[in-house]
Structure formats: C-alpha cells, structure tokens
C-alpha cells in the first residue's frame, strides 16, 4: 500500500498550489511528493476506473500509483520539457503510461492462460474506455431484482455508449466518472476548452436519457 511517508517528506499544508508548481519545474522532488499526494486521490480513481477488470485481483490502484511515483521521480525533467501547464496532466500521464506497461507484464508475458476478453451477463468486451463505463454503470444492479433488469438493459446502455462519438466518449469519462475539470480535459485531449464543454454537455445528455429508462442504474452526479 502506498504511503508517503516512506517517500520521507511531509505534505506542506503551507504551500501554495503555484509554489509547488514552480518547485516542480526546478525539478524539485519534495514538491513532486507534495504534489503526488495532493492529486493522490484523484489518480488512484482514474486507475480504479480504467484497470483491466482480470487483473483486480493481482493489480490494486495502490501498486498501480507506487510504480507511478517512481517513474515520475526519474522524469520530472520532462514536465518543464514537454510544457504542461497542470501538473495533474502530467501526472495523470505518467499513471496511465505505467498501467500500459503493468497490464503488458501481467497478461502478454504470463504463463497462465488469461482470458482475453471479461464476460459480463454472457456477452464479451474487449477493454475499452466504453467497457469501462458500462462496468462502472452496471455494477449498481445488485439486487435480484436488478440483476433481471441488468440483463435486460445492457445491450442498450451499451449501445447508446459505443454510439457517442469515442472523443465525446473519452470527454464523458473524463468529467464524468475521473472527474477532471474542463480545463484539464481540454489539455489532456488536445482541444480547446469550450469544444470540451460541448462535447460533454452533448454526451451527458444522451447518456442520461437512455438512463432515464434503465431502472436500478444510479446516477454518477
């Protein structure tokens, strides 16, 4: 389990967000930490969100984030040398590269026959952001009850997920289910922040119409 004390800093409760930039870009590694434990939360939530469904088991969010401080600590040149703005991008970048590679070393190089695909309710999906959502949207059926309604309502709240536009799709699971800021949606896509703000409205609402009709899913907001 990641613990920050075992970096051997202690968050400064003191520092100004700017300052802790700023120290950053000196490639300072106390502020990396600080900073790393600011955003600590927020990572750990997209890498919950995102990771292989197979390797929930073997692979926790925490394990995912240990091996990601570590990277950051060889790197932290780079954020000044690629020019991000938000350190949170940054670092969001370098969770997601290292659970590219995590995923490599447990399934490409395994010897155990894992099975490609995840099975839910007898149909099979590849991992994509838009299995991700309808995971994350589907395990609020728990009931019996539930369970029939989920059976019945999958292939349509699968269909109106994969049928958004996979931009608008990444948008939504960006501000939707990680929770990042408009502005750093924009940064990490590549778009400018108002084209973020209407691709998400326009996907928010088509996703919550056809939740509307699927009793038993509960609302992300």
């Known amino acids: 389990m990641l613990v920050w004390d075992h970096y051997g800093y202690a968050m400064d409760k003191t520092s100004e967000p700017n300052n802790l930039v700023g120290r950053l870009l000196d490639q300072d590694k106390a502020a990396l930490a600080d900073l790393f434990a600011v955003h600590r939360d927020r990572l750990w939530r997209m890498v919950n969100f995102r990771i292989d469904r197979r390797l929930r088991s073997r692979l926790w969010p925490d394990d995912v984030l240990q091996e990601a401080y570590l990277a950051a600590q060889k790197r932290i040149h780079r954020f000044s040398e690629d020019g991000f703005s938000s350190p949170f991008v940054w670092l969001r970048l370098i969770v997601h590269q290292t659970m590219i590679d995590l995923h490599r070393q447990y399934l490409d190089t395994q010897k155990r026959d894992i099975d490609r695909e995840i099975s839910l309710d007898n149909k099979r999906f590849?991992?994509?952001?838009?299995?991700?959502?309808?995971?994350?949207?589907?395990g609020n059926w728990t009931t019996p009850t539930q369970a029939v309604v989920r059976q019945e309502r999958?292939?349509?709240?699968?269909?109106?997920?994969?049928?958004?536009?996979?931009?608008?799709?990444?948008?939504?699971?960006?501000?939707?289910?990680?929770?990042?800021?408009?502005?750093?949606?924009?940064?990490?896509?590549?778009?400018?922040?108002?084209?973020?703000?209407?691709?998400y409205v326009r996907a928010l609402k088509r996703l919550k119409n056809v939740l509307s009709q699927s009793p038993g899913i509960q609302d992300h907001e």
Do not use: C, Y
């Not at 292939?155 to 939504?172: C, F, K, M, N, S």
């Open 126 to 138: 590849t991992q994509t952001t838009a299995t991700f959502m309808v995971l994350q949207l589907m």
């Open 154 to 199: 999958l292939e349509v709240v699968e269909q109106a997920i994969t049928g958004l536009e996979p931009l608008d799709r990444e948008v939504l699971a960006l501000r939707h289910f990680e929770e990042l800021t408009n502005a750093e949606v924009a940064e990490e896509l590549g778009i400018q922040g108002k084209a973020a703000s209407i691709r």
